[in-house]
């Protein structure tokens, strides 16, 4: 066990320059995928709610899709099926992007984060009080003004705790990525489980590794929930302000 | 009642046990790894076929024991061995000094080295020079990717490992890896004259190496089942005396794979 340690704690962590492995490789793909996703939810939240048929039916395939296929699929559709195209290998762009098992892990899981996201984000606008909305319109604030200002501001307020579940199951998602041969820290337990036969102490350390990231997740979306949330923290009635009774 | 039923419970569990670390051996559970012909694969019917099969089938047959097959990634077998999910593993495994470690092997089933596939006409060679910057595939576990970690990766050679072989010559045919590292029976039989390997073929000649990537498989058994293995051994003679293993190897390969020095 000793002898594991000494000789995988540097893959488990970060590996080497150029030899990126473990823990890092799978903090970068959660980053990437959630970062990425975030921005294209935003957009397609919007869409998903407009009244136009022409905007919303669209979104509501894309996320219908790749909500309603399980994200092993989709990375395999990614990584080994578009590949194996000659149409898409032919094309020297689509070619340089997919030959990467990097990217390809990536574009899976950013549109899957991207599609749960998207459904988070619409329900939170829609959850919106109507007279929110009417006031805006009261000071003569419509399209954009009203969405910049009021509506996700608001929604996006309400859409953090499940938000937050959703980074979390996206951590753990990024597991199958080592079967699109990306060394993140499932892989390299996988590397020193089949070299050192001790199945145990190997998924066990990352197990622990993961814990440690999904403790510092829960950390930063409870600071931002106390800030950004606070207007629905319970008040001590003998606290603040005297009661006007 | 309920101390009744618990009763039973126990019993049942204690008749468990005992089968399971009974002497005579009436069901041996072989762990294979299906992506591995000709040695193991699955029939499209989902039956396994191969040569391990078969020759599992007849050990079997022999010991008057019945065979079963649980399906595993290569690279959890012997785990799942020490572990007791599986009695022996009967999946081409190469016999190397750090798997004898851990498992003892019977004697000797085939003999297979190992050889690069590459691109019809490269002329890549198995050597950590010619592939500089290249993109080799392994399967994950094998004695072929614990080489290429150790002598080609610190020379700036990638070596990529897949959980199945399968997976190996998929991403050899599409383009991401310049070459793959494995048997080369499982190469020749199992890739190269199929209609999947048009266009590839053997680069270099055979890697020898007795450290690491061993040559001769064997079948794998618990360090404490001597019983068990001196069984098998003993079956394996028979049935190579009797013709029986000959007729099966000439089933899959042209050649003998029993050819070659003894382990």
Same mark, same amino acid.
Request: hydrophobic share 45%; charged share 20%; net charge positive.
């Given at each position: 066990?000793?002898?594991?340690?000494?000789?995988?704690?540097?893959?488990?962590?970060?590996?080497?320059?150029?030899?990126?492995?473990?823990?890092v490789v799978t903090l970068w793909l959660t980053v990437a995928s959630v970062v990425l996703g975030f921005a294209l939810a935003l957009p397609l939240a919007i869409m998903r709610v407009s009244t136009r048929p022409w905007l919303a039916a669209p979104v509501w395939l894309f996320t219908y899709v790749f909500r309603g296929t399980p994200l092993y699929v989709q990375l395999l559709i990614c990584y080994t099926g578009l590949y194996s195209l000659e149409?898409?290998?032919? $094309?020297?762009?689509?070619?340089?992007?997919? *030959?990467? =098992?990097? #990217?390809?892990?990536?574009?899976?899981?950013?549109?899957?984060?991207a599609a749960y996201t998207t459904e988070i984000f619409a329900g939170a606008i829609k959850a919106t009080p109507r007279g929110e909305v009417e006031a805006a319109r009261a000071f003569g604030m419509s399209g954009f003004i009203l969405y910049r200002r009021i509506l996700l501001p608001s929604a996006l307020r309400r859409a953090l705790p499940a938000y937050s579940n959703e980074v979390i199951l996206m951590l753990h998602a990024t597991t199958?990525?080592? $079967?699109?041969?990306?060394?993140?820290?499932? *892989?390299? =337990?996988? #590397?020193?489980?089949?070299?050192y036969y001790l199945p145990f102490v190997a998924y066990g350390l990352a197990a622990l590794l993961y814990l440690a990231i999904t403790l510092g997740l829960v950390w930063a979306f409870q600071r931002a929930e106390r800030?950004?949330?606070?207007?629905?923290?319970?008040?001590?009635?003998?606290?603040?302000?005297?009661?006007?009774v | 009642m309920v101390m009744r039923n618990f009763a039973l419970v126990w019993l049942a569990v204690a008749a468990a046990v005992t089968a399971a670390s009974g002497k005579d051996w009436k069901v041996i559970r072989f762990g294979v790894d299906p992506?591995?012909?000709?040695?193991?694969?699955?029939?499209?019917?989902?039956?396994?076929?191969?040569?391990?099969?078969?020759?599992?089938?007849?050990?079997?047959?022999?010991?008057?024991?019945?065979?079963?097959?649980?399906?595993?990634?290569?690279?959890?077998?012997?785990?799942?061995?020490?572990?007791?999910?599986?009695?022996?593993?009967?999946?081409?495994?190469?016999?190397?000094?750090?798997?004898?470690?851990?498992i003892d092997f019977t004697d000797r089933i085939s003999y297979s080295p190992t050889r690069m596939v590459a691109k019809a006409g490269s002329d890549l060679q198995p050597?950590?020079?010619?592939?500089?910057?290249?993109?080799?595939?392994?399967?994950?576990?094998?004695?072929?990717?614990?080489?290429?970690?150790?002598?080609?990766?610190?020379?700036?050679?990638?070596?990529?490992?897949?959980?199945?072989?399968?997976?190996?010559?998929?991403?050899?045919?599409?383009?991401?890896?310049?070459?793959?590292?494995?048997?080369?029976?499982?190469?020749?039989?199992?890739?190269?004259?199929?209609?999947?390997?048009?266009?590839?073929?053997?680069a270099g000649p055979e890697i020898k190496d007795d450290k690491i990537l061993g040559a001769a498989a064997a079948i794998g058994v618990?360090?404490?089942?001597?019983?068990?293995?001196?069984?098998?051994?003993?079956?394996?003679?028979?049935?190579?005396?009797?013709?029986?293993?000959?007729?099966?190897?000439?089933?899959?390969?042209?050649?003998?794979p029993s050819a070659g020095p003894q382990p």
């Amino acid at each position: 066990m000793i002898e594991l340690l000494q000789q995988y704690w540097q893959q488990y962590l970060w590996g080497s320059p150029g030899h990126w492995s473990g823990l890092v490789v799978t903090l970068w793909l959660t980053v990437a995928s959630v970062v990425l996703g975030f921005a294209l939810a935003l957009p397609l939240a919007i869409m998903r709610v407009s009244t136009r048929p022409w905007l919303a039916a669209p979104v509501w395939l894309f996320t219908y899709v790749f909500r309603g296929t399980p994200l092993y699929v989709q990375l395999l559709i990614c990584y080994t099926g578009l590949y194996s195209l000659e149409a898409v290998r032919a $094309t020297p762009m689509l070619n340089a992007f997919f *030959k990467d =098992a990097f #990217n390809c892990t990536l574009l899976a899981f950013t549109l899957n984060t991207a599609a749960y996201t998207t459904e988070i984000f619409a329900g939170a606008i829609k959850a919106t009080p109507r007279g929110e909305v009417e006031a805006a319109r009261a000071f003569g604030m419509s399209g954009f003004i009203l969405y910049r200002r009021i509506l996700l501001p608001s929604a996006l307020r309400r859409a953090l705790p499940a938000y937050s579940n959703e980074v979390i199951l996206m951590l753990h998602a990024t597991t199958l990525a080592s $079967t699109a041969t990306i060394t993140d820290l499932l *892989k390299v =337990a996988r #590397n020193a489980a089949s070299d050192y036969y001790l199945p145990f102490v190997a998924y066990g350390l990352a197990a622990l590794l993961y814990l440690a990231i999904t403790l510092g997740l829960v950390w930063a979306f409870q600071r931002a929930e106390r800030k950004w949330l606070a207007h629905l923290r319970p008040v001590r009635s003998d606290a603040g302000a005297p009661r006007s009774v | 009642m309920v101390m009744r039923n618990f009763a039973l419970v126990w019993l049942a569990v204690a008749a468990a046990v005992t089968a399971a670390s009974g002497k005579d051996w009436k069901v041996i559970r072989f762990g294979v790894d299906p992506s591995y012909p000709p040695f193991e694969s699955k029939a499209p019917s989902g039956e396994l076929v191969g040569f391990d099969i078969d020759l599992g089938k007849a050990l079997c047959a022999k010991l008057n024991a019945r065979c079963e097959w649980v399906e595993n990634d290569f690279d959890g077998m012997i785990p799942a061995l020490r572990a007791r999910k599986i009695d022996a593993v009967l999946s081409d495994m190469s016999v190397t000094e750090k798997r004898r470690q851990q498992i003892d092997f019977t004697d000797r089933i085939s003999y297979s080295p190992t050889r690069m596939v590459a691109k019809a006409g490269s002329d890549l060679q198995p050597t950590a020079e010619s592939l500089k910057g290249k993109s080799i595939g392994v399967e994950q576990g094998t004695v072929q990717e614990t080489y290429g970690r150790t002598y080609l990766e610190p020379q700036g050679v990638k070596v990529i490992s897949y959980q199945n072989q399968d997976q190996v010559y998929a991403d050899l045919k599409s383009g991401r890896l310049d070459a793959t590292l494995q048997d080369s029976i499982q190469a020749e039989y199992g890739f190269l004259k199929t209609p999947q390997g048009q266009g590839f073929a053997f680069a270099g000649p055979e890697i020898k190496d007795d450290k690491i990537l061993g040559a001769a498989a064997a079948i794998g058994v618990r360090k404490t089942d001597g019983d068990l293995k001196e069984a098998l051994n003993h079956a394996l003679a028979e049935l190579k005396k009797d013709g029986t293993y000959q007729k099966l190897a000439a089933k899959y390969f042209d050649l003998d794979p029993s050819a070659g020095p003894q382990p």
